[in-house]
Every structure is written in structure tokens, then in C-alpha cells.
């Protein structure tokens, strides 16, 4: 063993979960009944939608219900471009079927030119990058993906800011269009496995070590003691003074955004999976705990925000999704006594939204439904619509619970 095994937990070794080692979620006939039969359809429907849109980067179904390629500002950059072809590797490792594999490479090659951006390139890189190349290296050992998933995580490491200790989020308010150099949001949790992961790959800590002091300002700053999160934080980034937290794509500030919490969810028990930071799964533990008290008020379904009014009512469907992933990825790290607490609440999550949300059609695009962008949205457009990261996010825990899933985090 060489010294750098004190970064934590190898993540290759858990790539291979779904090549036969069962994660031990102790299924009942009844669940696993369900989840054999969301496994079929999902089979037919993901067949079916490849084969139809190929190497086409959908993000939600249009007027006419359809995918369209690149319908969001910000082209070949826009932030959620990597779930398409996360879906197809997903797909690939469980079935072995030669179509997911040249589909997601396909898309792989129309992407790689954002590499050689820069204005568009933002600390989502790792959203774009992991399911996408470094999915690709994980499972077929290309090495021409590793490049580009370390040259990503190079472009990552540099917007960090060693004064406040955060990854910097966007190069201008997307709102506002203002210059934002001062702020980090609970998204880049989930976009920092990109530097755990290249930290190992290169034998060289600096990543690590960015990677967990952005982890460690996002648990000063960000969580609350009753575990529900802001969305944004304001630095000053000439001194690093914290300034503010603005609502963002939550009802406002001091309310919890439901994506929010379910990035902390799922991101704080990555961080501890990378480096065995007792802190890291306490912070999970006690975001999941907010979570599933307020989803089991509510039939299990996500609303767009837990501290909102109750009218009008708004879901996220996605929220659910990802916290449905975040929670048997954490029910993997405690005691066997523990365990079931996350995998009952995760089941309970998926199995609620996939009755209410999901479209198993074969001729009609996406998966599921009812995902919300944010709050205040005055188009309507991105309200109770499919978002292309449910369906990502949805796949995942059914592979998850099947021993399927190919680790990409």
C-alpha cells in the first residue's frame, strides 16, 4: 500500500459494486416485486428513447413532448449536459448492450470541445465531466476520457479561492447577469468528487485538499443546525469575509430549497466515502434527517422548497430523485441497525414519485416528471415539467438497489 491511501476510501473499488456484491439493502418480496418490474419497463423505455434521440443532449421534452438537441442557453455548456450520457452508462454496465456504450461515447465526442472554452465553464464542470468521461474511464478504462475528466478537474481546483476557502459557482449571476466572484453555492458539493477523484489518479493531494476545505466552508456556512441548508453564500473574495445569503432558487432566504438539501445529502456522504471525515457523515446524517421529516409529512413527495407556503403547491421531483440516490449511498457508511432507516425512506421516495411521475410510454421522451427548477419561475416553463437529472438521478438508485449501479461520484 503506498502512502497516499490516508486520501480516503479508493473509489475504484466501489466502481465495481453491481458486478455481483450486493450492498445489502435487505429487500422484501414485495419491494423487490416492484423494483423488478420498474427495472423492465425502464429497460424498454431507455431502449426505445437511445435508439430514437441517439447522440441528440436533451435537457426537458418541448411543447410537442420530444427532446430537442440543446434547448437551453448555453449550449454544448449548459450545466445538466452530462446526465444524458451518465443515463447510457448506467445503462451499459447493467445490460451490457453495445447501443448505450457508442451512444454515451458519441455524445462524449460533441462535448470535448468545451474544454477549450472558458467563459462558459463554470464550477458545474463536474456535473458535466464525471457522468460523462470519467464514466467512461471508470468502466472501459479509456484513456483519452481520463484526460479530459482530470483536464475538468484541473479547470475546477482553479476556481477555488484560498482566502474565503470556497469553489467559486458561476462567472456572472445567471439572473442578474452581474460579476459574482464572491460566491459558492450547495451544488459544487456534489461537483467535488471530480477533485477527490483526481486527486487519486494523480497521486497528487492538492485536489483532495481543495476539495475538503470547500466541503468544510459549505458546512459552516451553508447547514443549519436543524440540518436544512441556504442555497447561496456571498464572500467578499478579497478577504473572504462572509456577507450573505440570498434566497436563490428556493421561496427565499432562510427557506430550504429541496434540490439544495438533497445536494447535501447525497454530497456530504460522498465527501466522507473519499476521506473518512467523521464530520463529513454527521452533516449527511443530519440534512437526511431534515429531509425525511419532511418528506414523510408529505406522502413522500418533494416539494420545491420545505419552508415555503403552502399554496400554491409545487413538487420537485427531482429533489427526490436525488435524495432517493444521496440516501443509500449514506446507508452504505452506518451500522447495520441504522441501515434501514435510509434505504425504507429511500424506497418510500421512489416509489411515491415513480406512481405519480413517471411516464413509461416507450415513444414518449423522458422518465420522470414533475421537476421544478426553481421556485419563482414566471414562464411557467420549468414547473411540474421532465428535467433530464430525475431521470439521471432516478436510474442511479434503481441501480443502486439492484447491485447494478456503476459508481461514477
Known amino acids: 500500500m503506498d502512502d497516499f491511501s490516508v486520501l480516503g476510501t479508493d473509489p475504484s473499488l466501489s466502481a465495481q459494486k ?24 425502464l429497460t424498454v423505455k431507455m431502449r426505445a428513447e437511445t435508439q430514437r434521440i441517439g447522440t441528440m443532449i436533451p435537457y426537458s421534452t418541448g411543447e410537442d413532448g420530444k427532446y430537442h438537441d440543446l434547448s437551453k442557453p448555453g449550449g454544448l455548456y449548459f450545466w445538466t449536459n452530462g446526465f444524458w450520457p451518465g443515463m447510457l452508462w448506467q445503462m451499459y454496465n447493467a445490460t451490457g448492450e453495445e447501443l448505450y456504450r457508442q451512444t454515451a461515447e458519441g455524445v462524449e465526442d460533441r462535448m470535448k470541445e468545451i474544454l477549450t472554452g472558458f467563459e462558459g465553464l ?20 479509456n484513456e483519452a476520457a481520463k484526460t479530459r475528466g482530470l483536464h475538468a478537474a484541473n479547470l475546477l481546483a482553479g476556481r477555488f479561492n484560498p482566502v474565503g476557502k470556497y469553489i467559486r459557482a458561476w462567472n456572472n449571476a445567471p439572473w442578474t447577469g452581474n460579476e459574482v466572484s464572491g460566491w459558492m453555492i450547495i451544488d459544487c458539493i456534489m461537483n467535488i468528487p471530480l477533485l477527490y477523484w483526481a486527486a487519486k489518479e494523480c497521486n497528487d493531494p492538492r485536489f483532495q485538499h481543495i476539495a475538503i476545505a470547500h466541503a468544510k466552508t ?13 442555497h447561496i453564500l456571498i464572500f467578499n473574495s478579497e478577504t473572504g469575509e462572509f456577507l450573505n445569503n440570498p434566497g436563490g432558487q428556493g421561496y427565499g432566504s432562510g427557506s430550504s430549497w429541496s434540490r439544495g438539501q438533497s445536494w447535501a ?9 473519499h476521506t473518512g471525515d467523521e464530520s463529513f457523515l454527521a452533516t449527511a446524517k443530519q440534512c437526511a434527517h431534515y429531509c425525511i421529516s419532511n418528506l414523510a409529512v408529505n406522502g413522500w413527495l418533494p416539494l ?6 403552502g399554496e400554491p403547491v409545487k413538487y420537485d421531483s427531482t429533489a427526490g430523485m436525488i435524495t432517493a440516490a444521496g440516501l443509500l449511498e449514506l446507508s452504505n457508511h452506518v451500522g447495520a441497525y441504522e441501515k434501514p432507516l435510509y434505504v425504507r425512506a429511500a424506497l418510500n421516495i421512489l416509489r411515491a414519485c415513480e406512481a405519480k411521475f413517471c411516464d413509461w410510454d416507450p415513444d414518449h421522451d423522458s422518465i420522470v416528471g ?22 439521471y438521478y432516478f436510474i442511479e438508485a434503481i441501480m443502486k438497489l439492484m447491485d447494478k449501479e456503476l459508481f461514477i461520484w
Request: negative net charge; glycine residues 12%; proline residues 5%.
Open 122 to 141: 463554470d464550477h458545474d464542470i463536474g456535473f458535466l465531466f464525471l457522468p460523462m468521461s470519467v464514466a467512461n474511464y471508470r468502466k472501459t478504462g
Open 265 to 273: 445529502v447525497y454530497g456530504f456522504s460522498l465527501s466522507y466515502r
Open 18 to 41: 453491481g458486478a455481483g456484491e450486493s450492498q445489502g439493502y435487505d429487500l422484501t418480496a414485495e419491494e423487490k416485486a416492484w423494483l423488478a418490474d420498474v427495472y423492465g419497463k
Open 218 to 230: 459549505a458546512q459552516k456556512y451553508i447547514v443549519r443546525p436543524d440540518g436544512s441548508c441556504n
Open 370 to 391: 414533475g421537476g421544478t427548477f426553481f421556485y419563482h419561475d414566471p414562464t411557467g416553463k420549468d414547473t411540474h415539467v421532465p428535467i433530464i437529472y430525475g431521470d
Open 304 to 309: 420545491v422548497d420545505y419552508r415555503a407556503p
